[in-house]
């Protein structure tokens, strides 16, 4: 996954222009557009292969700029948010401590408040789009339901109205999605390039791993001869990862995420935001520990093809090593090496990821930990644009 940046970010009937002079913004149908930007407003018609574009008067051409508005579980269920244990559904198991992120309003640090609010706050606005399709549903319904048969007249006053309706209702689609996002411009110096790449590389490293999961409890084996000689048994399910952006936030750029049941960790350059149904939280690499270790695993499944085996137990063994001869189907299990990756935060985060490919976990956590000591760059300080 290479750095690319996108000059435009549609939100919505608006579009928003990156360009050396700073950020402008239009809004329009294709073949005419009026807009303001850092030269001041103007309007651009097009048809015909030909294209007109002239400025507008302003008063105040050099303020132009963009407003800026205020039962029991499976075992792959995500715990509730909250709980501390979990049954481990065994008598030779303790129950499993979860692994789980604090509730997402407690995620976000101090120095991302701003953002935060700004965000939160037009991602709650009530979407109004739908509202005409349900009126003219309701009437669909009324006239064909209608003692003696629909009234013709009525069918046809209805089927103007639904055309009508259609075509409102996408304005309202894109009025909604303008007043609900949030947009973002990144602008990178060759520095702050290099330094993102890096993320990026590693990231696209943890994606060809064959197997990736995500722990959600741990617990203390009270008997190992029963647990194939392990200490410590871990509840997992595969783990989702790939690349785009949070809802609501329109950014130049697309980036890495993590799904963590339902939070998604999405990996900005400045920071990294956590987004929750209809809530995000944003904190600052410097504020965020990653780290990443090599483990060993008692594998009852198949051991992925990029993963080593460095050893073998039996699914009932004594304490010197050798087969509990007591259980006729005892058979040998594999120990697979993999890599751990855990994120924590003093505000909350505490997720903890397992990979199958031995050294990507180690240089995704030290490329996130390179961009936290980049700290305050050139690549911050002209990073957002917000409609």
């Avoid at 046809?156 to 109205?161: D, F, R």
């Avoid at 049941?261 to 944003?282: K, L, M």
Wanted: with cysteine; hydrophobic share 40%.
């Amino acid at each position: 996954m290479g750095l690319s940046f996108r000059k435009s970010v549609k939100a919505g009937p608006f579009r928003f222009n990156l360009s050396s002079s700073g950020v402008g913004v239009s809004v329009g149908a294709p073949g005419f557009r009026i807009g303001t930007g850092p030269r001041g407003n103007y309007i651009s018609m097009s048809g015909g292969g030909f294209t007109y574009r002239t400025s507008l008067s302003a008063r105040n051409p050099r303020s132009a700029s963009i407003p800026r508005p205020t039962p029991r579980m499976s075992e792959d269920a995500e715990p509730r948010q909250g709980q501390r244990f979990i049954p481990s559904g065994s008598t030779t198991v303790a129950p499993l401590e979860v692994i789980q992120s604090a509730d997402i309003r407690r995620l976000s640090d101090t120095d991302s408040a701003d953002l935060v609010e700004e965000i939160n706050s037009k991602r709650r606005k009530f979407a109004v789009w739908y509202w005409p399709l349900l009126l003219l549903a309701a009437l669909w319904l009324k006239v064909l339901q209608a003692d003696g048969g629909p009234n013709p007249v009525l069918v046809g006053v209805l089927a103007v109205m639904s055309v009508v309706g259609a075509i409102a209702c996408f304005w309202l689609y894109m009025w909604d999605e303008a007043r609900r996002s949030t947009v973002l411009f990144y602008d990178f110096d060759d520095r702050a390039v290099q330094t993102y790449e890096q993320v990026l590389s590693a990231f696209e490293e943890l994606r060809t791993c064959r197997a990736s999961w995500r722990i959600l409890a741990s617990g203390r084996v009270l008997d190992g001869r029963y647990n194939a000689g392990a200490a410590e048994t871990l509840r997992r399910k595969t783990a989702s990862l790939g690349t785009g952006g949070v809802k609501h936030v329109k950014c130049n750029i697309d980036v890495p995420w993590l799904a963590a049941g339902s939070n998604s960790f999405y990996f900005y350059p400045d920071r990294i935001f956590v987004a929750s149904g209809n809530r995000v939280a944003v904190c600052t690499y410097e504020s965020l520990d990653v780290a990443a270790r090599l483990t060993r695993f008692i594998e009852s499944d198949s051991v992925p093809g990029d993963s080593h085996v460095v050893g073998h137990t039996w699914r009932f063994v004594n304490k010197n090593g050798t087969p509990d001869r007591r259980f006729k189907s005892n058979r040998q299990i594999p120990i697979a090496q993999y890599e751990e990756l855990q994120l924590s935060s003093a505000q909350g985060i505490q997720e903890l990821y397992q990979f199958s490919k031995v050294g990507t976990a180690k240089g995704f956590a030290s490329a996130l930990s390179q961009l936290g000591r980049y700290g305050r760059s050139p690549m911050r300080e002209r990073t957002t644009a917000r409609n």
